[in-house]
């Protein structure tokens, strides 16, 4: 596939790269309209002027619109519905939606405890009966059952068949808390989704591009369109610049990615030429879910930060008010002090010196003096990314371990490297490679890496068996899948060939071509009762990991 | 806000045996139960990852014979719990967490001062490894160890047993009718550490009632009395009802309560191989009651449908045994071998079963009667074909007994005609010599 479109459709700005056989043909950024984004996408593709639009092969588009609508509260509101059973009291944790609790409970193998109690379940008719409705259904342990969400939905659609209804157990990997909130936002944002989608595609059409277009994840991956659960879509804005990263890296190299923006800094890791992944799920806002998400840091620094004085110095402020003193703003930041240091050439040199000179005492306001209070917000700024990447390391290397082999052979300290873009990335390359002890290399065409990022992105597979040969029924985690176990009760070789359908099967549902596949050894645990063996669990877990189609040239 | 630490370590590669209770599976539903409640999203739980604990840490706690080599191959996974425990217990006494669950396979009370290899499923003393890497690095002084499995917690006794700086006390059912038949009221310390240990033999039957009625008014006295810089809970779970080793009557909730009564600083898993009926919910109550969460809303699926002896039943029981214990007094046999240096010695013999590999281990002990401080000890340890020696100096041991201590490790290297190794434990200056016949000194 030759010719790449990709597109970054900011809360600011709209970014747009066009790819061709991996040379970044044209490039464009364009404000984004968000009451008519139709407008906007066709004057990113203006813009971009593309020769022959027909012959774009594949568009990727990564988006803050979710991440937005959850942050801003635009969600409809959704009526959640849990099997919470017995164990931790919900409101130990913090819930920031109302729920309704029903009896009815499983265990973790999935069986029965207690069923559901019908009479409730008529309580629910009069709130529900009216009216296209939002609801979510999850069940503790649903990801091992998912029977009562089931009987639920069916129940509450032959009363109101305009419900719109999302179930748990199509989230399968445990944490029954996290579980209900990405259910809940997963309704909740469809609406939202499914109107972008519908302007996305309006746009393409008017401009009689043929070429499939995808959603980029927040797990670097791409999916197409239709196939993407539209929670997935959250957080895609720091995977792109840790995918634009890579398409500029040696295949294996290990690189601490520093994205320097105006408000804020994303902070990700490669190692060996493979991003990490966070071990818990996306956090957005109030809500923890079970959104796969890369390993990154957002720290509110960047080269617009506002630097205040005080009695002992200056503080550097987590916020932004405006552009920098040297580009006509109020206020010095950052972006003054490598504009005095001569560390960037765009912005007044003059208003930079002026701007620094406002937070030192009159009688201080010399060169000298000047060129330390300078150097010493370089080294503040440096240092805190510094603080973000090493709590990011610490992230990667103290993982829980739950086995005796993964306790003794422990994450070795790699080599790494550093790769910095963003507006304040050429300022900042020299002062942080001697705090990280990294050489540094400055990313291209950084005014838009996300939109590089993207387009570059491939397809990523992730499929977590857990099967249980006595209660014979498997499922798979990403998907959501439950089934049935008609295999023998000890399989060896038949859980890899069992894996490898449900990839197969994965991969052509969701249009993914299948490459570089990452086996995880399976866990066998046989189930003892008595003194004989009666069956198995095993666990096991094939991956294809975030990646980039090639690298770009310069 | 309370912070509390959670070391999860179920060695899912590792086990016993195929068919054996220390299998992979055991923490399998645990680990379920955990995720799925979402406990680790609590705000004020910390997980760990876990770490090996070095043989120079084992070797401060106990004997690994003949040498520490020859069990090189067998001590992985209980190197990688007993170092998940001082991770924790480090992070305790630093103030990093307010406390802790060591939730590690596999256990370790049942192993001893001397080890020639695994019995009652445990090899290293996870809590004893732990209590003396305390004290030797981080200045801890007075430690008190409550353990609450259902078996006697004999290894942890013998290894603290005239130590009178660790208050041991020791919950379990009564040892004429379980494993591993010891823990009766009459084991109350050494010369040196009189009344450092308790043992409580309880009746089969009990339950939370009497389970708590014991804490509060035995345990918890004795306990505040003692005045510890730190308490550990040895926390094995086959008190519960549907445990298949045990006869006892607990419930999760119970368990809840214990904590919750304790107030451990660290609780550290020992048994407990109900894995489908208690454990997943055990240990979930535990960790609630740790971290200051309800834990009333835990409850196994399982009904308690067996006979509990009432409280009416146990508190005169235990009244009685309180009687029993009180009129127990010291007597020791004084006994030295020709080559003793000078002092009282107190000798007493026992013998040690293992069950796990069906061979038996002799001991002959000997401490050094001490007014000051813990006293040295002299283990002789057949194991046939082979004997072995432990020479311990003490913790803040008296200048006489490290003399005396240097003196005994003098004469084995060089009149060691019937020995073929040795231990010199010098916990005063934390340095550990082995002696091998075929090896030689090995300094750890």
Redesign the interface.
Known sequence: MPNRVGIDVGGTYTDAVFIHNGRIERTAKVPTRSVDLVETILNAFDTLKIPDEQVINQITVSTTLVTNGILQDQLPSVELLLFSG????LD??PWPVNYRELSGEM???GRE?EPPDQREWEKLKSDLREGPTHVAIVG??S??NGLHEEQLASYLRQLNPSLNIALGHEWGQ?????RSLTTYLSIGVSDLYHQFVQQLQTAVTARKIKAPISILKADGGILPLAKLRPIDSIYSGPAASVLAALTQLETTASCIVVDIGGTTTDIGLILSGVPLLSSKGAQIGPF?TLVRTLAVRSIPVGGDSVIRATDQGFILENYRLGPAYCLGGNIPTPTDAMRYLGLIDYGNEQLAEEGLASILPEERRTQTFLYELATAIIERMVEKIAEAVDSLKREWQ????????E??HPHVNQAFQTLVSGGGARGMTTALGKRLGTPVQLGAFSEVSNALGAAMARSTLDCTLHLDTYMKQYRVEETGEQGKWTGSLRPYLEVEGFMDTLVQKQAARYGIMIQDLEKEPF??????QG???VGQ?VRGAVHLRAGVIGRVHV | MKRTGILFFPAFDWSLGDFHPEREERLLYTQEQLFEEGVLDLPQIKQFSPCVASIHQVLRAQALLPNPRVHADTLDAHLIAAGSAILLGEARVRGDIANGFVLARPPGHHSGGTVWGNRGFCTINNEAVLVNHLRARLGVKKIAIIDTDVHHGDGTQDIFYHDPNVLFISLHQDGRTLYPGTGFVNEKGGPNAWEQTLNIPLPPGTGDEGYHYVLENWVLPRLQAFAPDLIINSAGQDNHFTDPLASMNLTAGGYGRITELLQPDLAVLEGGYSIEGALPYVNLAILLALAGEDYHHVREPQKLDRPVLSLATIKPYIEALKKQHQTIKPSFTIRKKAFFPTGNWIYSPHSVYYDTEGFQENRHDYVRQCNHCAGTVYIESDRSPHKSILVRIPFQACPECEQAGYDLWDHLLHHSDDCISGLLQNQLQDKFSVWHRKEGLTLF
């Open positions: 017995h164990g931790m009291s130990a944790l265990d973790f193998r405890i503790k342990f990801h091992r445990a944490n029954f808390y996290r923890s103290e993982e829980p371990a739950y086995k005796v082999w306790v003794l866990d066998f645990f046989p189930i003892v003194s004989r063996t669990i």
